[in-house]
Structures are given as C-alpha cells and as structure tokens.
C-alpha cells in the first residue's frame, strides 16, 4: 500500500532543497565540510578585513552548515545567527531565506520540529509583505513536511494571496502545486480542480509554457481521481500539445500512458511509449532507460514475457553504461532496474538466474539509503524518518528475494532475508541509542539463523513469522495513475520453536488479506448486536494464518506464541481467531507480537539494562484539548472518556499511586513523569489521522503553552525507563506507520524506540466499562506475579466470560517482551 503522505513529503523536500545553496547537495561529503570548516577562519578574516560583509554572511552560513553536518549543532547555532543578523543588515532577502531554511532544520534537530515555532516567530515579527511572503513560503514547506494539511492550508493560501502571478510566475506556481497536492492528500478534489482552472489562464500567456503543460497534467491526475476519466485524458493530452521541448514532451505523454494502463487500455499504452521511445533516440542513456523501462511495462501487462524482459534488460544496459560514466547518480535507477529484471526472470521460471539481480539491487537500494543518510543533519526530517521512508522502496525486493529462495529450499536463508526486509530503521536506532552493540551502528544487523534460534530459546517462545508476497511486485502494483489489477497473495510461515527448530508453511490466498481482515474487523465492531457476525471472517483468518501452523504451536496455553507480522496482518486480532468448533485462540495459547525477531531480541537487551523506578504513572480522562483535524473545519473539543476516569482510579488504587486527571493531566507533567515511572498507563485519546499534523498523538490537557497533544516523535526523544506501558486509548494499535516496510502499528514504534521493552495497545475503540474490567483484571495479575502475556490472556477470558462480544475483550495486543 502506497503511504501517499510520504510521496508528498519527498516532492516537498525536493522543492525545499531549492532554497538553499549548492554545498547542501546530497553527494556532498564528509571531506567536503571539513574542508569548509579549515578554510573558514582565513575567509571570515579576508571578508572582514576588506569590508565584504556579504562575503562575511556566506562565510559563516558555509561553517554553519558544516558544523550542522557534522552533528556539532551548538557550534553552529552562533554563526546562523550572526550570518541572520549580517543578510538583515544588507537587506539580502534571497540568501537570508536560505540561511532561515537551514537554520530552521537545525531548529529542528534541536526539538523544534521543522523548526516550526522558530519560523513562526520569525513571521510575528515580519513588518514588510515581501519578508512575510518569504517566511510564508518556509513555513508552508515546514507544515507541509510535518504532513500538517490544516495549518499548511492556511499558510499556503496567505502565500499564495501576496504572489503576484504575472511577476513572479514560478512562485505562483508553486505555491499552487503544494495547495493541490494538499487537497489531493484530503481528497478534496473539487477544490483543487477549482484552483488549478483559475490557475491556467493567469499563466497562459506566461513564458514559460512548459509550466501551462505541468499544470494541464496535474489537473489530469485530480480529474482521474475524482472519477472523470474522459476530462482526464483530454487534460493529458492538452498537455502534450503545448510542450514544445522534446524531453518534457516524452514526460507529458508518459501520463497519457499511464492513462491508458490505469484503464488497462494496454495496446494504447503501448503506442505512446513506442512514440516516446521514437523522440528520445537523441536522448542521454539515462533518460532512454526510463523509456526502454516503460515500454517493458507496457509488454508485461500485454502478458509478452519475453518481449518485457528483453526491454528492460536493455534499460539496465543504458543506465550502466550512464552509471560508468557518471559514478553514483543513477544509484536509484539501477536499483530499481536490477529489481525488474530479477522480478521478470523469476516469473519466467528463472529463480536462480534472478538471484543476483535482485541482490544487486538489494546493494544499490542500501547504497542510495546510505547516502541520503550522510546528509541527515542538514534535512529537514530526522534520521529515522529518513531512514524509514528510504527502506520502504527495497521491502519487495527483500519479499522476493524471499520467493527465489524458497523455490531454491533454502529456507533458513530466506528467514533471514525475511528478518532483512524488516525494521532495519528501528533496529538501527535501537542499537544506536542504547548502546546495545556500537560497532554494529550502520551495519546490517539482522540476526543469522543461529542467533534467530537463540532468541527463541531465551525468550521461551514459539516465533510464528509472516511474510505477505505479492502477486505482482510495488513495481508493478503501482503507477502514476493506480488502479491495483486483482492478484493474489502467497503467505509465508515460519514457525521457531524454543528448542530451535524450524518448520515452514505457505499458503495462497485467492482474495485480498486486506479485505478478510476489514471483514474481521467489521464483524466484530457489530458483534454486540449480532453476535455471529464476525464468525466466518474469523474462522477464515484462523484457516489462513493458524490452521497450517496449528500442529506446531504448544499444547501448554500459558507458553507464549510470539508473533511476527507485516502488513495489514498486524491489524489482525489473533486472540479472536475461531478455530473450526469456533473456539477463540486465546482460548488455547497466550499471543504476543513484535514487529521483528531482532527487535525482540533488542528489546530485551534494553529490558535488562533498565534503570529500576518505583513510580507509577496512572493518567485518565484529561481535559481534552479543541482541535480541528479536517481543514477548513472549526476545531472541536475531543469527546470527554468518563469512563476511562474510573478506569484509571481502580488502577492507580490497585497500585496505590495517585492518578492524574483532567485539568491536572498536561502534556508537560505527563512527560516530566514518564521518564521516571516503571509502568505508564495512558486511558485517553489516540489521534492516528494521516495528514492533518497530529499524526499518531496522544491527548493530554492543553495549556497556554501547548495543544495538549503529545506526539510520537515527542515521546522518542524521551529517555524512558518503563518496562510497561499500556495504551488504554482509542486504536493506539493503529496507524499509518503500520504501512511502513518498517512494519510497526500505531504508537508502538515510539515507546519502543524510548526505551519500552513491553507495550499494551488496542487495535480498537472499546467501550468503558469492558475496558476498566479487563485493565483492572490485568494489573491484579500482574500483581499476582504472572508474566505480562499471561496477565493479559487471563485479564481477556475474565473480561470475555462477562461480555463475550469480542469487540469487548479481544482489541488488546502485547508487543515486545511477555516477562
């Protein structure tokens, strides 16, 4: 599933890394900054000698982004400042804009995220249209990153407003491209259309036609979108006709090709890219690859195997022969090159002859990743979120990487490739935070098959591992223009038992596992009105996912069964699954999930190095901060949880500590306390909207100072030493980092990544008093001794026996360490 927010992000990134000069390039190196930092005393000292105060702001902008680079972010924080201070004095609107820009992605590596509040002030104090226009456009880039569509709106809109498009066409433009991409994200698509046909005549007459063609072909897209395929094509092919340059000609009749696949028109598609492939002869070798590609895409659907492959093995030609000439800047193309043909050659009974290919392009997806990662400190984003958002291109090479080796029967290779495709963002910063191995920091740290065998021994636990493959791969699943063709999944299971030994299973499903697990989900959320609704979705998913594995999970149903899902299946509820006598799984064996075998193994390394607390902290029922999530929307107050209240008293008496209610429960002391707490117990809101800026949030008491809402990247730079935390709150099981290769639901990935090895969330909104039931139950087992897995299977047959709806008892999952 594509995470479109993150297709946004990228485009924004790119536009932001115009405002700044070229030493930000991203082949920049190590060497290249220390340079700058050893020639840096001479120049300031030349440039103030001689009165150059413009060659003085250069001089320390250049420092300042060195010492940025090189992580020494309180060495150049001064020299921004005094670069500010110097450009404001000269009046340099244009290289002050790039110095904010930059300064504000350190702002950001210092807490301020996206240095929003930084820019934010900056504007308060802007006295002219042209300085407030230009700290617009910054903060629209910043909210826009922050994948905030609310207060981007507004800013892009004021941004827009004080452009004038016939002077400052380019702008214009722009700022219209980030508005409509914002309105496509919100699936407003009446309003973009209604932007972007006010928008064409303003710049028709412009001189620079070919951005009347961009414009043409993004109101193609929106019309496609929102259902008018006929006004769509024609959009298309409008913009086709007014492109006079030979290069954006062949990239504008690309979106009428793909125009045609979306409507799987295959035979049209091909004609366009023959066409292309005609006019770009003249072309380097890179941008002929990118044709030879699409016309092996345009035989594949045409079921021309041979044809396919033979295209878009002369694709990867071209862009070696580019690579030769030009070392390191195609790292993207061939990677995604090498992974066609190794995808092509496998669906040709080609396994072995695949290998390599897809192990090429494995190295060439690690080489951009790595790349991209030396510049982290001068991005705007962190080095996790970078690190994830590069991952996810390379997942379904590592699936079929996968399938190559099951064909093969190497299957503990494939486990371990398996473990490879997953989580590598979160383990790489797990390690590198806690210290937990620091020559490994950077490298592939995926665990062997030995060590695999040595996690299920430690942990006592049978590991049941998933790997959901495609039909076709990301590549071919999605284009420019989607409409996903119907395929089928292969589900792959690997079962570890403690004693080391292996077993694997795989099964085909003929249906999407999306759609059987929504129905699960629906079923039960009626449950409580028509008790057998969920039955045959969850008898299903058992036949899926449990049967085939069934005689390999324990006969002891206190012995845990740890789970490694990917995909959608980490929405599955296992502790729900009805077997053939429709017999619950919790029934039978006590569930656990972690998001990989590694992490599982980290986090309890991090268990073991927890510094022991005594404190309890026990939150319920804040005052709920007012917030609009949709744009344009009044904000709203947050619905009260009276009930969530008298849940967390019974625990906070149960654990004799004093709870922290309403007004009392702000952010700040929530925060102040996490980080000395043993166990955390949040009975609140869980904001989990994918682009409005409170992006996987928990809601606490607003104040004058903040909105109440704590995020995930708040709680990841907290140091917590919590072996438990409990996320009573609604869906904080949820979320769009779940779409990540990454391959961690909802809130987990942040408490896991501060430091909690053992987290309890919920998949799903329960009513009141089933949850205080359940939670209750739980901490009384714990208090009786039993292990965290266990307490929790009990807490859920208990609370089961008194509200059998399993919308009522079955939401709660386990991640990480069950003791």
């Known amino acids: 599933?594509?995470?479109?927010?993150?297709?946004?992000?990228?485009?924004?990134?790119?536009?932001?890394s115009s405002v700044r000069p070229g030493i930000a390039q991203a082949n920049s190196t190590r060497r290249t900054y220390e340079r700058v930092l050893e020639n840096f005393p001479t120049l300031l000292e030349q440039a103030q000698q001689r009165g150059d105060r413009m060659g003085e702001s250069q001089a320390l902008y250049s420092a300042a982004m060195a010492y940025q680079y090189l992580g020494e972010f309180e060495k150049a924080l001064p020299l921004y400042e005094r670069a500010i201070s110097l450009l404001r004095d000269l009046d340099h609107l244009a290289l002050e804009k790039s110095v904010l820009y930059s300064f504000a992605t350190l702002q950001s590596k210092l807490g301020d995220i996206q240095g929003i509040?930084?820019?934010e002030d900056q504007l308060a104090q802007a006295r002219t249209p042209e300085r407030r226009k230009m700290l617009l456009h910054l903060l629209g880039l910043a909210y826009t990153t922050d994948l905030n569509s609310v207060r981007a709106l507004e800013v892009w809109q004021e941004y827009l407003s004080l452009i004038n498009p016939r002077q400052e066409t380019t702008d214009y433009i722009a700022a219209v491209y980030a508005l409509t991409a914002i309105y496509q994200i919100n699936r407003q698509f009446g309003q973009a259309i209604a932007l972007l046909e006010e928008a064409l005549p303003i710049i028709a007459n412009s001189e620079i036609g070919e951005q009347v063609s961009g414009l043409y072909q993004m109101l193609g897209l929106v019309r496609y979108q929102r259902g008018q395929p006929d006004a769509a094509l024609a959009d298309l092919q409008k913009a086709v006709s007014l492109a006079s340059n030979p290069q954006n000609k062949v990239v504008f009749l690309r979106a009428v090709a793909e125009f045609y696949n979306a409507e799987n028109q295959y035979e049209q598609a091909l004609a366009v890219h023959q066409q292309r492939w005609e006019m770009a002869q003249n072309f380097d070798l890179q941008h002929q690859g990118n044709v030879l590609e699409d016309l092996s895409y345009a035989y594949f659907w045409l079921d021309n195997l041979p044809k396919a492959l033979d295209w878009q093995q002369q694709a990867l030609a071209q862009y070696k022969a580019f690579q030769a000439e030009h070392p390191g800047q195609v790292d993207r193309e061939m990677a995604v090159a090498s992974e066609k043909v190794g995808y092509l050659l496998w669906r040709d009974g080609q396994a072995q002859q695949a290998e390599p290919y897809i192990r090429e392009a494995i190295a060439f997806y690690e080489k951009e990743r790595r790349d991209i990662l030396e510049n982290a400190n001068i991005l705007p984003i962190s080095r996790d979120r970078l690190n994830q958002i590069q991952f996810e291109s390379s997942v379904d090479a590592y699936r079929l990487l996968q399938q190559i080796l099951i064909d093969q029967n190497r299957l503990q290779e494939a486990l371990e490739v398996s473990e490879q495709g997953r989580t590598k963002a979160l383990t790489e910063l797990m390690v590198s935070r806690f210290a937990l191995n620091p020559e490994e920091v950077g490298a592939d740290t995926a665990p062997t098959w030995s060590e695999i065998q040595q996690i299920?021994?430690?942990?006592?636990?049978?590991?049941?591992?998933?790997?959901v493959v495609y039909q076709?791969?990301?590549?071919?699943?999605?284009?420019?223009?989607?409409?996903?063709?119907?395929?089928?999944?292969?589900?792959?299971?690997?079962v570890v038992q403690p004693d080391g030994t292996m077993n694997f299973r795989q099964v085909t499903v003929d249906e999407p596992i999306e759609d059987l697990v929504k129905a699960a989900r629906q079923g039960i959320f009626v449950s409580s009105r028509r008790p057998n609704a969920a039955v045959p979705s969850l008898q299903k998913l058992h036949q899926i996912l449990i049967a085939p594995i069934a005689d390999l999970l324990p006969a002891d149903p206190n012995a845990t069964v740890t789970f490694v899902p990917q995909d959608t299946l980490f929405l599955v509820p296992f502790p729900a699954l009805l077997d053939a006598q429709e017999t619950p799984f919790i029934e039978q064996h006590t569930p656990v999930t972690v998001p990989s075998i590694e992490v599982l193994g980290l986090a309890r390394q991090v268990r073991e190095t927890l510094t022991p607390q005594e404190d309890m902290l026990i939150v319920g029922n804040p005052t709920m901060p007012t917030i609009s999530l949709i744009p344009g929307q009044p904000p709203e107050q947050l619905e009260t949880l009276s009930g969530a209240e008298k849940e967390a008293n019974a625990i906070a008496q149960l654990l004799k500590t004093q709870p922290l209610l309403g007004s009392d429960a702000t952010k700040s002391k929530v925060k102040q306390h996490m980080e000395e707490a043993q166990y955390i117990h949040f009975a609140t809101h869980g904001l989990l909207d994918e682009f409005s800026g409170y992006l996987s949030s928990l809601a606490f008491a607003p104040t004058s100072d903040d909105n109440g809402l704590l995020s995930t990247r708040e709680v990841f730079q907290l140091d917590l030493n919590a072996e438990l935390a409990v996320l009573s709150a609604c869906d904080t099981g949820r979320?769009?980092?779940?779409?990540?290769?990454?391959g961690v639901i909802g809130f987990s990935r942040s408490f896991i990544g501060a430091g909690v090895p053992s987290l309890v969330v919920s998949l799903w909104a329960i009513p009141d008093q089933p949850t205080a039931t359940l939670m209750v139950e739980f901490y009384k087992n714990l208090e009786q001794g039993k292990n965290k897995a266990q307490s929790l299977r009990e807490a859920m047959l208990t609370t089961r026996q008194q509200y059998p709806s399993p919308r009522d008892w079955a939401a709660f999952t386990l991640i990480g360490v069950a003791e």
């Open 1 to 16: 599933m594509i995470n479109k927010p993150l297709s946004l992000l990228l485009a924004l990134l790119l536009l932001g």
């Open 117 to 119: 509040n930084f820019l």
């Open 456 to 467: 299920a021994q430690r942990e006592k636990t049978t590991i049941v591992q998933y790997t």
């Open 472 to 494: 076709y791969g990301r590549l071919y699943r999605y284009r420019f223009l989607p409409k996903p063709p119907p395929q089928s999944q292969d589900i792959f299971i690997w």
């Open 735 to 742: 979320g769009s980092e779940m779409l990540f290769g990454d």
